[in-house]
């Protein structure tokens, strides 16, 4: 190849790569963001009506902390003064699989409202997706269920919950992650949670999700006047198997609002699915360019012995 | 880590070590940093640490992990520039970034693991592969690629303690496969630290959370590496008392300079793309950390490197390499932290006593094991250890890691072990040469 014309295709082959990779980037970030899902939310829903579900009727609840009382005896989990299961500071932990946190008197009439919190058992579950040994998993049941025997520890689902709902056993020397099973022993005994048996005033229903999403509707539009037009956990990140209704928005008794309704899994998807051909495409990349590397130093080899046999000769 | 036409220091016949008052602080370090692990341990990490539910991941995940792993890129991409595109230029500083990658990754592998609070189960995503998670492709790519700089690094110890016959056998026809792998797996685990953040959409900062985020990671981690470079270098040359070697200096911030400018380019594209841009001005604590990230972390040693009059004065070179290491530092910082700290119920985190020891002792191994391998096995070039040790090792512990030697195509002709082996493809006895 003639000197004069390296740089100039060097050049123009940079520009074209650069060009090319900042133009497919700006084409993929608009569809990035819109994050299309392997499974779209309707699907999804209609995949997961048969499951086991709670509803949450937050009018209805008084704060008595019977279904926390049911929890705790039938997992065996302590009580204990640091983390508080009921009241305003009331918070997951390790102890505490469900509780019911008071969020002061917010209702229409100056009445308390209480927030009953567990594990809302996504259709499709962040910390199951980030799980890099399926410690935790969706059952056929619906319930998001974990596994301590091979779980590494490594709190990646901590970090992936949108609700923050994981919690990790801090005090022990192997640490394991904790949360809701939403009563799977009960489950395989066809039994309702042990929350929604201890409550009293009708604030926890048990059943299927779709019969509880329609139940739900069924109710808003019952009393429009009354509740919130909004089921929380219909589409917040694709669904969840726990659904909420209020007369008091949600944003204003410390629910996560403002949440995608697409499974959160389908953001790493669109780039995880990336991963298999980019190794690919480097590695031929890598081979291309190492071929060229040696043909170059072979050439390069061949005029110095050329011209060094030319001084030997002289 | 070919030895190409470089001509390493001759090997010592004895192991040894030299000890200076500097490598004992960092004995010391290295011990307190040990009983800090044997604590944790024993204890679990609500004991050792400051973490907590809301705050699952904290300073190991920052420092051991994202920023080491970040800082550590500088050997796969020197093996890109060197064996791929054909930069011998930068061949002499090739064993060294990659010795500096080696111990950074094997100081994240212990870091990581001891974050791990079931440690003793690391080896199931082996058998019960998740992969459908970022942490599985992370996991895979971290071990095998710093599996593979242990394959990379056998071809050094072979000149120094002959490996058995079958080793060799082995090792020869895997050469160039294995340059390959230790070139692909970190472009993947690089970008994955990025894609770890996308499942926390909705908790992540959107100044911060893009889909971008993988790409962002890869790119810094790239650019990173002269900058990295450029630092180590002043500080080996200030200990020696002698100019560092400007002119090779600037040829590879130049290079990261026009890296980095991309980079801005995508990260304020991508606000502005979002409809985030509003947000910066916004005068929050995030807000403002943002700012200082891309002006003072990007835009500032950017400018310092594509200006031709900054990138040649020692002043502002080594500036300009300290604010793109720190800038960095700052932007996994700001990812893990600053980022978090809205969703994070109004938790707080610091961290402990026992966590720092264990980051500020783990890091003093690394500078000693570092210390130890270069002195005993052929890492540096002829002159680079002549002068490491007529100054280095008598008056501090700072070696002369990744110094390029514009000289070394004069002493190239002469034997040398690797040469024998078919580095690229080249007959037996054959000397590679190159272009000066």
Same mark, same amino acid.
């Given at each position: 190849?003639?000197?004069?014309?390296?740089?100039?295709?060097?050049?123009?082959?940079?520009?074209?790569?650069?060009?090319? $990779?900042?133009?497919?980037?700006?084409?993929?970030?608009?569809? +990035?963001?819109?994050?299309?899902?392997?499974?779209?939310?309707?699907?999804?829903?209609?995949?997961?009506?048969?499951?086991? *579900?709670?509803?949450?009727?937050?009018?209805?609840?008084?704060?008595?902390?019977?279904?926390?009382?049911?929890?705790?005896?039938?997992?065996?989990?302590?009580?204990?003064?640091?983390?508080?299961?009921?009241?305003?500071?009331?918070?997951?932990?390790?102890?505490?699989?469900?509780?019911?946190?008071?969020?002061?008197?917010?209702?229409? $009439?100056?009445?308390?409202?209480?927030?009953?919190?567990?594990?809302?058992?996504?259709?499709?579950?962040?910390? *199951?997706?980030?799980? #890099?040994?399926? *410690?935790?998993?969706?059952?056929?049941?619906?319930?998001?269920?974990?596994?301590?025997?091979?779980?590494?520890?490594?709190?990646?689902?901590?970090?992936?919950?949108?609700?923050?709902?994981?919690? #990790?056993?801090?005090?022990?020397?192997?640490?394991?992650?904790?949360?809701?099973?939403?009563?799977?022993?009960?489950?395989?005994?066809?039994?309702?949670?042990?929350?929604?048996?201890?409550?009293?005033?009708? *604030?926890?229903? #048990?059943?299927?999700?779709?019969?509880?999403?329609?139940?739900?509707?069924?109710?808003?539009?019952?009393?429009?006047?009354?509740?919130?037009?909004?089921?929380? +956990?219909?589409?917040?990140?694709? +669904?969840?198997?726990?659904?909420?209704?209020?007369?008091?928005?949600?944003?204003?008794?410390?629910?996560?609002? $403002?949440?995608?309704?697409?499974?959160?899994?389908?953001?790493?998807?669109?780039?995880?699915?990336?991963?298999?051909?980019?190794?690919?495409?480097?590695?031929?990349?890598?081979?291309?360019?190492?071929?060229?590397?040696?043909?170059?130093?072979?050439?390069?080899?061949?005029?110095?012995?050329?011209?060094?046999?030319?001084?030997?000769?002289? | 880590?070919?030895?190409?036409?470089?001509?390493?220091?001759?090997?010592?016949?004895?192991?040894?070590?030299?000890?200076?008052?500097?490598?004992?602080?960092?004995?010391?370090?290295?011990?307190?940093?040990?009983?800090?692990?044997?604590?944790?341990?024993?204890?679990?990490?609500?004991?050792?640490?400051?973490?907590?539910?809301?705050?699952?991941?904290?300073?190991?995940?920052?420092?051991?992990?994202?920023?080491?792993?970040?800082?550590?890129?500088?050997?796969?991409?020197?093996?890109?520039?060197?064996?791929?595109?054909?930069?011998?230029?930068?061949?002499?500083?090739?064993?060294?970034?990659?010795?500096?990658?080696?111990?950074?990754?094997?100081?994240?592998?212990?870091?990581?693991?001891? /974050?791990?609070?079931?440690?003793?189960?690391?080896?199931?995503?082996?058998?019960?592969?998740?992969?459908?998670?970022?942490?599985?492709?992370?996991?895979?790519?971290?071990?095998?690629?710093?599996?593979?700089?242990?394959?990379?690094?056998?071809?050094?110890?072979?000149?120094?303690?002959?490996?058995?016959?079958?080793?060799?056998?082995?090792?020869?026809?895997?050469?160039?496969?294995?340059?390959?792998?230790?070139?692909?797996?970190?472009?993947?685990?690089?970008?994955?630290?990025?894609?770890?953040?996308?499942?926390?959409? %909705?908790?992540?900062?959107?100044?911060?959370?893009?889909?971008?985020?993988?790409?962002?990671?890869?790119?810094?981690?790239?650019?990173?590496?002269?900058?990295?470079?450029?630092?180590?270098?002043?500080?080996?040359?200030?200990?020696?008392?002698?100019?560092?070697?400007?002119?090779?200096?600037?040829?590879?911030?130049?290079?990261?300079?026009?890296?980095?400018?991309?980079?801005?380019?995508?990260?304020?594209? /991508?606000?502005?793309?979002?409809?985030?841009?509003?947000?910066?001005?916004?005068?929050?604590?995030?807000?403002?950390?943002?700012?200082?990230?891309?002006?003072?972390?990007?835009?500032?040693?950017?400018?310092?490197?594509?200006?031709?009059?900054?990138?040649?004065?020692?002043?502002?070179?080594?500036?300009?390499?300290?604010?793109?290491?720190?800038?960095?530092?700052?932007?996994?910082?700001?990812?893990?932290?600053?980022?978090?700290? /809205?969703?994070?119920?109004?938790?707080?985190?610091?961290?402990?006593?026992?966590?720092?020891?264990?980051?500020?002792?783990?890091?003093?191994?690394?500078?000693?094991?570092?210390?130890?391998?270069?002195?005993?096995?052929?890492?540096?070039?002829?002159?680079?250890?002549?002068?490491?040790?007529?100054?280095?090792?008598?008056?501090?512990?700072?070696?002369?890691?990744?110094?390029?030697?514009?000289?070394?195509?004069?002493?190239?002709?002469? %034997?040398?072990?690797?040469?024998?082996?078919?580095?690229?493809?080249?007959?037996?006895?054959?000397?590679?040469?190159?272009?000066?």
């Amino acid at each position: 190849m003639p000197p004069n014309t390296r740089i100039p295709r060097r050049t123009f082959l940079k520009a074209v790569a650069v060009t090319a $990779g900042t133009a497919g980037i700006a084409t993929a970030l608009p569809a +990035g963001s819109a994050a299309a899902s392997g499974t779209p939310p309707e699907d999804l829903a209609e995949e997961h009506a048969g499951d086991r *579900a709670l509803l949450i009727d937050l009018t209805k609840c008084v704060g008595c902390g019977r279904c926390v009382d049911a929890c705790k005896a039938e997992n065996g989990l302590a009580w204990r003064e640091d983390h508080p299961a009921r009241g305003p500071d009331a918070t997951l932990a390790a102890a505490n699989w469900s509780v019911v946190r008071s969020e002061g008197r917010v209702g229409a $009439g100056g009445e308390p409202r209480y927030v009953k919190t567990q594990c809302m058992h996504c259709l499709d579950p962040a910390c *199951a997706s980030a799980c #890099f040994v399926k *410690a935790l998993h969706k059952q056929d049941n619906g319930i998001v269920a974990y596994d301590p025997s091979i779980c590494v520890g490594c709190r990646y689902c901590l970090m992936a919950c949108p609700f923050g709902v994981p919690s #990790f056993d801090w005090d022990a020397t192997f640490g394991s992650v904790t949360k809701c099973d939403l009563c799977d022993e009960r489950a395989e005994r066809g039994e309702p949670t042990a929350c929604s048996e201890a409550c009293l005033t009708g *604030a926890i229903t #048990f059943g299927s999700r779709g019969e509880l999403l329609k139940e739900a509707h069924r109710r808003i539009a019952a009393r429009p006047d009354r509740y919130v037009d909004h089921v929380y +956990g219909e589409h917040e990140v694709g +669904g969840t198997s726990i659904l909420y209704v209020s007369d008091v928005p949600f944003e204003e008794l410390g629910f996560a609002t $403002g949440l995608p309704t697409d499974p959160l899994p389908s953001y790493t998807w669109e780039v995880s699915r990336l991963i298999p051909p980019t190794a690919a495409g480097l590695g031929l990349t890598l081979i291309a360019l190492y071929a060229r590397r040696r043909q170059v130093l072979r050439a390069q080899e061949l005029r110095e012995a050329v011209a060094t046999g030319t001084e030997a000769q002289a | 880590m070919s030895g190409g036409n470089v001509q390493h220091a001759p090997i010592r016949r004895r192991w040894g070590f030299g000890f200076t008052w500097v490598r004992l602080v960092l004995f010391a370090l290295g011990g307190l940093g040990l009983l800090a692990v044997t604590y944790r341990l024993i204890f679990g990490l609500g004991a050792a640490t400051n973490l907590n539910d809301d705050w699952p991941w904290g300073l190991w995940v920052w420092w051991d992990v994202m920023t080491g792993v970040a800082l550590a890129g500088g050997g796969y991409s020197t093996v890109l520039v060197v064996n791929f595109l054909g930069r011998e230029r930068y061949r002499p500083i090739e064993r060294a970034a990659c010795l500096t990658s080696l111990i950074g990754y094997l100081l994240v592998v212990g870091g990581l693991g001891l /974050d791990l609070g079931r440690w003793f189960n690391a080896w199931r995503p082996l058998v019960s592969w998740g992969y459908h998670s970022v942490m599985f492709e992370l996991f895979i790519c971290v071990s095998g690629y710093t599996v593979v700089q242990i394959i990379e690094f056998l071809y050094v110890f072979d000149e120094r303690l002959p490996l058995p016959r079958i080793v060799r056998r082995i090792l020869s026809p895997l050469y160039v496969p294995i340059l390959i792998v230790g070139v692909i797996l970190p472009f993947l685990h690089q970008s994955a630290l990025g894609s770890l953040y996308l499942i926390a959409k %909705g908790r992540l900062d959107p100044l911060w959370w893009s889909m971008l985020l993988p790409l962002f990671f890869l790119v810094s981690s790239f650019y990173v590496g002269p900058a990295m470079v450029t630092v180590e270098n002043f500080l080996s040359a200030s200990a020696q008392g002698r100019r560092p070697p400007i002119d090779v200096l600037s040829g590879m911030v130049r290079f990261a300079g026009k890296l980095m400018t991309w980079y801005l380019v995508l990260r304020v594209g /991508d606000l502005a793309i979002r409809g985030v841009l509003p947000r910066v001005w916004e005068g929050s604590v995030q807000s403002q950390l943002f700012v200082v990230e891309v002006v003072v972390g990007i835009a500032v040693p950017a400018a310092l490197f594509l200006v031709r009059s900054t990138r040649l004065q020692p002043f502002w070179l080594a500036t300009g390499g300290a604010l793109a290491v720190l800038g960095v530092a700052l932007g996994r910082a700001n990812v893990v932290f600053t980022a978090m700290a /809205d969703s994070a119920h109004g938790a707080t985190y610091a961290p402990s006593i026992v966590e720092l020891a264990v980051t500020v002792g783990l890091i003093s191994i690394g500078i000693l094991a570092y210390l130890f391998v270069v002195e005993n096995f052929p890492i540096l070039t002829e002159e680079e250890a002549a002068e490491a040790s007529s100054h280095v090792v008598q008056r501090t512990m700072l070696p002369v890691p990744l110094r390029p030697i514009p000289s070394y195509v004069a002493s190239a002709r002469r %034997g040398h072990p690797l040469d024998r082996r078919e580095v690229a493809g080249l007959k037996t006895g054959e000397a590679i040469s190159s272009s000066p």
